[in-house]
């Protein structure tokens, strides 16, 4: 089994020109594209719940949700 890794850029045309090593023509072959996210946007995203993690509404919620289910959590299954 042969295995490539390579990163690129998308061009505006959205369409990648991707160089293959030595397989038989014909063969049959996966590609994965994984796209990378926007590091910007998970920043906020990880602020906001940061600042979550003290929001005394989120808290009590938390402490309702733990409050009914503190029966159930001792039981064995």
């Known amino acids: 089994m042969l295995e490539m890794h ?3 850029t998308i ?3 959205h369409i990648l020109h991707l160089k293959v090593p ?3 023509k014909g063969e ?3 590609v994965f594209v994984i ?7 998970d920043a906020a ?3 906001l719940i940061a600042r979550a993690a003290n929001d005394p509404l989120y ?7 733990a409050r009914d289910f503190a029966g159930v ?5």
């Open 22 to 24: 030595k397989v038989p």
């Open 11 to 13: 061009p505006p045309d």
């Open 73 to 77: 959590d001792s039981e064995h299954i």
């Open 59 to 65: 808290l009590s919620d938390m402490d309702e949700i």
């Open 28 to 30: 049959e072959v996966e």
């Open 6 to 8: 390579q990163i690129m």
């Open 35 to 41: 796209s990378k996210k926007n590091s910007a946007n």
């Open 45 to 47: 995203k990880l602020a």
